[in-house]
């Protein structure tokens, strides 16, 4: 079949597409997930975006695709303690919107399906084998190996924010010192750029916040750097640096060579990638710097519903 | 077919056996590398190793493994820069071998061999998933994925001595300061252990080496730790937990499990086994926990041989 349904389950917002295997997205709703209301409520949520967004070609589709964020069980069928959903614990999310919507439905980690609408149908294409970072309030990850997610032994591979780059380092949301989500997720990232801009009082980002950077992200540090402001320039190329050393390792364990960034953070562009670029060259070994490449995602937020509809499309 | 020849090409010695898929190695020869004899000499005697471990069987050899260090190429047939073998360049190995032999031949890296040969006659064979760290002059990795070495996009794929724990850290022959290299790699370990005995000249192991620790090797602080020395028991723990930390950055990318050591410094066992399991269940995810195990290799340096016999006996 042609048509699928790709559904991106976040904490805030339920995204659904109708996706078109050539065509892409075809439709687009959104509401809000009110993970508050309880479990069945946002269960019954999801079933009624699915439904509503192919009713008109209901016969047409394929299935559900449905990208969550936690730990999806290996047979894509449930997940498991998903952060900013209370109350989930382990959910057979496929079955239950099947339940609801007489579709079939799979499911699989956000950050792989962004890596799999990437490969699809944005940055990804030209590669068989890339990894896909993105960089939001957590950093995700997605591994495409010979034009498929890999999964590793129970389907939870890819966890690179969770990969550490100094085991005295700096602590975050992870169980891991020094984990690259501590330099640029985007809360702790915020929170060292305003310890930065805190010794700076003369700085333009200092006046900006009048001294409280509780509201500080980092688009005013990438909008800052674009106005020429040395210190934000700086300490964007200091994150850089962090995921370039990242980087190194995923290319080591990996022989990966093409790296894939999306997401909020990544909207700095070259003032995060140029420095990652650099810091990832000097560091590799020889051979691992053959083809190497950081690229940006152009996609946005839609590579993660094309990649939940070719999910479907690819595997209902 | 049931036979076949497996080589172990080191810097110092050429190992060759004859390998029986059921009963594993039948006949084993040694011979000194002599890398200094130049490429010409060394491929001569590679060949006439294999043509003598196979003399009384040659029709029914499916051909021969050769497990070599450095780069190897996506085809399996050649070699890139070697260390420890000077002048090698890019060197047609696989066809080199069958020149001289009328063998067909194949090639892969040797730490990859290692995992293999677990994977089919060692500590590796319950598991379809695993990492296979080695622990010798330096650290070697082999990945195994759905029982297969994974290869990655150019087939370098698992040079997890090469993956960095601190981004700020020691230095070693890797071009990645704190690379797991730097922590258990042979010489960097007997390096950073004078440097610790150096401090304490009323320790058993200061007095051992009458305070010149050039000939300090890993070995002796297995020993030293046996006898029930503190200093040496902590300064094996403090690798351990290096190690640890190093696996956990291989498990939050891959979602391997099973981790197994093998090489020379394994030889400590639990001295460093226990620390390192120790404190990758600390610093794991969740649900990375879950069947989480570090595991000695006991074949020793056989698993090269094995594997390198079994890359034959399954690809050729």
């Known amino acids: ?74 047979d894509r069928k449930s997940v498991q303690n998903p952060p900013n959903l209370p109350g989930w614990d382990v959910v057979p999310l496929a079955d239950e919107i099947t339940k609801r919507t007489g579709l079939k439905c799979l499911v699989e980690n956000d950050a792989n399906l962004m890596a799999l609408g990437s490969a699809r149908y944005g ?8 990894i896909m970072i993105t960089l939001g309030t957590g950093v995700g990850g997605g591994i495409i190996i010979d034009n498929k997610i890999f999964r590793g032994a129970t389907g939870a591979a890819g966890e690179l924010g969770h990969v550490s780059i100094d085991y005295q380092g700096a602590e975050c949301n992870s169980t891991v010192p020094g984990a690259i989500e501590a330099y640029l997720g985007q809360r702790f990232m915020s929170k060292r750029a305003a310890h930065e801009i805190e010794k700076h009082p003369e700085n333009d980002l200092y006046k900006q916040f009048s001294g409280d950077f509780k509201k500080l992200e980092p688009l005013h540090l990438t909008e800052a750097a674009n106005r020429g402001n040395q210190l934000a320039i700086d300490i964007l190329a200091d994150a850089g640096r962090m995921l370039g050393y990242a980087i190194v390792n995923y290319a080591h364990v990996l022989d990966v060579r093409k790296y894939i960034i999306s997401g909020g953070v990544s909207q700095a562009g070259d003032l995060i990638l140029k420095p990652a670029f650099k810091a990832a060259m000097e560091r590799l070994m020889p051979p691992f710097r053959t083809d190497f490449e950081i690229i940006p995602e152009l996609l946005g937020n839609e590579a993660a519903l094309l990649g939940a509809g070719t999910l479907a499309l690819e595997n209902l």
Chains 1, 2 share one sequence.
């Open 1 to 74: 079949m042609m048509l699928s349904v790709g559904i991106d389950l976040g904490g805030t917002n339920i995204k659904a597409a109708l996706v078109h295997r050539e065509k892409g997205i075809l439709k687009q709703i959104s509401v809000p997930t009110d993970a508050d209301s309880g479990l069945e409520a946002t269960l019954d949520r999801l079933g009624r975006v699915a439904t509503e967004v192919s009713a008109e070609v209901k016969d047409d589709v394929a299935g559900v695709g449905i990208g969550a964020p936690g730990m999806i069980s290996l």
């Open 123 to 130: 940055s990804g294409r030209p590669f068989e084998n890339f």
